[in-house]
């Protein structure tokens, strides 16, 4: 408490600075809460898919036993990444 009283003492409007900080400006911004709480559901659910394809592509690569598996494994991967659409859905 006593950093941001120190830091409010150099300026020269406080209700102007303390307006201006993202966060307030956020939380007195009007937002459609069920669009925030859908896109947060999902950014949640693709980056848990994510979590799980990695630790599947790291199970798949620690159980290959020829070079030719890690090959077909390493084009399917790619493959994957390049079909995906450019808005990174």
């Known amino acids: 408490m006593s950093r941001l009283i120190h ?9 102007l600075h303390v307006s201006s900080l993202p966060v307030v400006s956020f939380l007195t911004d009007q937002h ?18 994510r979590t799980y394809a990695m630790e599947a592509l790291n199970w798949l690569l620690r159980s290959i036993s020829q070079t030719s598996c890690l090959h077909d494994l390493f084009w399917h991967f790619v493959t994957a990444l390049s079909s995906s659409s450019p808005s990174g859905n």
Not at 7 to 15: K, M, N, Q, T
């Open 7 to 15: 830091s409010l003492e150099a300026v020269d409007d406080v209700s």
């Open 32 to 49: 459609d809460l069920d669009v925030l709480r859908r896109v947060l559901v999902q950014a949640v659910r693709r980056a848990t898919c």
